[in-house]
């Protein structure tokens, strides 16, 4: 399993070659910081990364 990290969206996908959430191709091996977002509305992070989807994101995406 190879999981890369969205530039455009922060969301984290594993065997894609194409963001399935945001359909771009700005995907990267290199990033840092698991997110785990459960309740976006309740969460500072979610806020300051701009997502409003339960799911699993990148902190940083280089
Ligand atoms: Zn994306």
């Not at 969205?6 to 070659?17: E, L, M």
């Not at 979610?46 to 902190?59: C, D, E, N, S, V």
């Amino acid at each position: 399993m190879k999981e890369k990290a969205c530039r455009n969206c922060h969301r984290i996908v594993t065997n894609q070659s194409i963001c399935p959430y945001c359909k771009t191709h700005t995907l990267s091996d290199d990033f840092a910081g698991l997110i785990i977002i459960i309740d976006p509305q309740k969460s500072e992070i979610a806020k300051k990364l701009q997502i409003t989807q339960p799911g699993r994101y990148a902190f940083r995406v280089r």
